[in-house]
T-cell receptor, first 114, second 112 residues
């Protein structure tokens, strides 16, 4: 069975500082990996995903994540955060041939302060 | 990606009543999913809804409590039946495409 672990429930950070949100997964088969963002009182938006190919994937708003198979990780990073990045971030995994079913981590609340 | 809408966006209901949530997609999709997000928690899959077949429910969720319809490739409904305060959650539908799921804006339900 798959599982996703987000060790940090909350990450406070000052504006323009770098941030890393950690995500580790457990699976015995090949996986697809995703980061979703949920802004206050909104639904989930896809931030970025790894399906295959380059292990480093980027979003349009400056976030990036790197798939590390040996460490079973997919950490999310941004070199300089903005106040508007304040949101809940969810890591999720599906396995190939699994019918697109997603398993979510417990989420990390990123709070950017001035 | 598909554009997904949900109705209602939020509602306050009395215990013992039922609420039907609608999910509309702007393109035809084979697989649709319904999730629950309880306050301060992550998302839990309720069921997978494929057009032309019965919904497939996850462990802990039953059809009598969460009946689902999928009459065509662009629409689905989830009913929360005989509600109790524990059903207060955000309910989200999603659609699958390109090995990825895309989510609707959610329905915020408060049961008193």
């Amino acid at each position: 069975a798959q599982s996703v672990t987000q060790l940090d429930s909350q990450v406070p950070v000052f504006e323009e500082a770098p941030v890393e949100l950690r995500c580790n997964y457990s699976s015995s088969v090949s996986v697809y990996l995703f980061w979703y963002v949920q802004y206050p009182n909104q639904g989930l938006q896809l931030l970025l995903k790894y399906l295959s190919g380059s292990t480093l994937v980027e979003s349009i708003n400056g976030f990036e994540a790197e798939f590390n198979k040996s460490q079973t990780s997919f950490h999310l990073r941004k070199p300089s955060v903005h106040i508007s990045d304040t949101a809940e971030y969810f890591c999720a995994v599906s396995f190939t041939g699994g019918g697109n079913k997603l398993t979510f981590g417990t989420g990390t609340q990123l709070k950017v302060e001035l | 990606s598909a554009v997904i809408s949900q109705k209602p966006s939020r509602d306050i209901c009395q215990r013992g009543t039922s609420l039907t949530i609608q999910c509309q997609v702007d393109s035809q999709v084979t697989m649709m999913f319904w999730y629950r997000q309880q306050p301060g928690q992550s998302l839990t899959l309720i069921a997978t809804a494929n057009q032309g077949s019965e919904a497939t429910y996850e462990s802990g969720f039953v059809i009598d409590k969460f009946p689902i319809s999928r009459p065509n490739l662009t629409f689905s409904t989830l009913t929360v039946s005989n509600m109790s305060p524990e059903d207060s959650s955000i309910y989200l539908c999603s659609v699958a495409g390109d090995e990825t799921q895309y989510f609707g804006p959610g329905t915020r339900l408060l049961v008193l």
